[in-house]
């Protein structure tokens, strides 16, 4: 078997980069067709990589935690009788085949970026180029930053895998002479050195060496058990009561714990930023009444078979008026609006990781339980963290419920390039004039629909909350 590049992969056209989350084989480890070799986290979604034939990992260049551009080296496959040198070689001459920068161990560095020309402030001084010995343990990515940064890399304890110096290590000891909180430098390495055989994260890892946890003796709550920092926080001792206090007591040390945002909330920033600078939104709110769907719920599910919540019934109603106003079931693009005869609807899901909109094709012509299903399939996988590309793209509205928070109303960012986006409260007892002039209770939600005003008039908004009012105080239309 010739040697073989592992490079990072692309899944879908917006993908830029992801971060190698952990390697499941170890160098020098042979490994069988279909076996899971790693696990990749792109901007929403984490990926299992398997393996597409037999072989052996011979050299391990990047590792878990560190974030690289799409096509960089991650690893050489081959077969145990390669020679080691022939091995080196190859990953030192590795170009990406999409940006042709090398990014093997010590290929050169690529050009830096160019500073843009409107800049008004001075230009920041070249930093001295270090030189670093050609067999430190420190990673490509690392390296580059070291050698342009002018970082003396001497002085850093490396926390990858045997002491190896990653690009996380060099950016926490740029990151600290750039910008010192106060004290003195505290040193970030925390080695992890015997907890191989621990299938947990490298954070959890370094947590539980910072904090004495042992880890044989945490259940992981991750995908397929994995231990998570929350699982290791979760072991911390809780702190003893304080002894009463006789003199003022002194101020609680209130330092933070800095925690670096995922590529997940760093993809849910940009986006939604973006989306609310960029899109002009307006607000419609109305409030529907419920007591008949709620009613007939116990009843449909019976007969259905399912355990159908309000909000499948809601969403079921906003694909019905999506249908009936036409106009709000669309996309934006630039100067373009798509129009869509079938509404996929986006079901907002609050995962670990941060906020994930799956989609439900063609919700419309989906009868209630097929459509409960669906929707409860999706959650389970957005939990689970293995949402596919596929899942998250597209959609041409979106339905956002904090309900069941107690939450009365609040108003939800269009979700690009979609041109709307529902917003679902909690439901309330409201005492109201009934049809015969006398005062009743009646259960009622708020919705608030943000729309975005390049392609959706007021009246238009208005109209879809109008027929989907109907729809939902007159649930028999929903079968």
Request: with cysteine; proline share 8%.
């Amino acid at each position: 078997m010739a040697l073989r590049a592992f490079t990072m992969p692309k899944w879908g056209i917006e993908m830029q980069q992801g971060t190698l989350a952990e390697w499941l084989v170890k160098e020098g480890e042979p490994f069988a067709k279909g076996q899971l070799l790693a696990l990749i986290e792109t901007d929403k979604i984490t990926n299992e990589v398997e393996a597409e034939a037999p072989g052996m990992l011979r050299k391990l260049i990047a590792q878990p935690g560190e974030t690289l551009p799409v096509g960089a080296l991650l690893g050489v496959y081959g077969d145990a009788g390669d020679d080691q040198a022939a091995v080196d070689a190859f990953a030192d001459s590795f170009k990406a085949a999409d940006t042709s920068t090398a990014v093997g161990r010590g290929a050169p560095p690529p050009p830096a970026p160019k500073a843009p020309a409107a800049a008004a402030a001075a230009p920041k001084p070249a930093a001295a180029r270090v030189a670093i010995p050609d067999d430190l343990a420190i990673s490509p990515e690392a390296r580059r930053l070291a050698e342009e940064e002018g970082i003396d890399v001497s002085a850093i304890a490396g926390t990858g895998r045997g002491g190896r110096i990653t690009h996380q290590d060099v950016t926490r000891a740029l990151r600290g002479q750039a910008d010192p909180i106060g004290g003195e430098p505290v040193s970030t390495a925390v080695g992890t050195e015997g907890l191989d055989g621990f299938y947990a994260s490298p954070l959890a890892k370094r947590l539980a060496v910072q904090h004495g946890i042992d880890l044989a003796g945490i259940s992981g709550t991750g995908p397929r058990g994995r231990i998570s920092k929350a699982d290791v926080l979760a072991k911390l001792p809780t702190p003893a009561a304080a002894p009463a206090a006789t003199a003022s007591p002194a101020p609680a040390d209130n330092t933070p714990m800095i925690e670096p945002m995922s590529s997940l909330r760093k993809t849910i920033a940009r986006r939604l930023t973006e989306a609310k600078q960029s899109i002009p939104h307006f607000y419609l709110r109305t409030e529907v009444t419920v007591d008949a769907l709620l009613a007939l719920r116990p009843t449909a599910n019976m007969i259905l078979g399912v355990k159908a919540s309000v909000n499948d019934y809601l969403v079921r109603a906003v694909a019905l008026a999506l249908v009936e106003v036409p106009d709000v079931n669309i996309q934006v693009h630039g100067d373009a609006i798509h129009r869509f005869p079938h509404a996929d609807v986006a079901v907002a899901v609050a995962s670990e990781k941060g906020l994930v909109t799956p989609i439900v094709r063609g919700a419309d012509g989906l009868r209630l339980d097929a459509l409960s299903a669906a929707i409860k399939a999706l959650v389970a996988k957005a939990q689970a963290g293995k949402l596919a590309a596929d899942d998250i793209s597209g959609g041409t509205f979106t339905v956002s419920n904090l309900g069941m928070f107690g939450l009365d109303q609040f108003d939800a960012i269009i979700n690009p390039p979609q041109g709307a986006i529902l917003a679902v409260g909690a439901s309330r007892k409201v005492f109201a004039p009934g049809p015969d002039g006398e005062g009743r209770f009646e259960t009622r939600i708020a919705l608030s629909l943000s729309c975005d005003h390049r392609a959706i008039d007021g009246a238009t908004g208005a109209k879809f909350l109008a027929a989907l009012k109907a729809i939902v105080e007159e649930p028999t239309r929903l079968f």
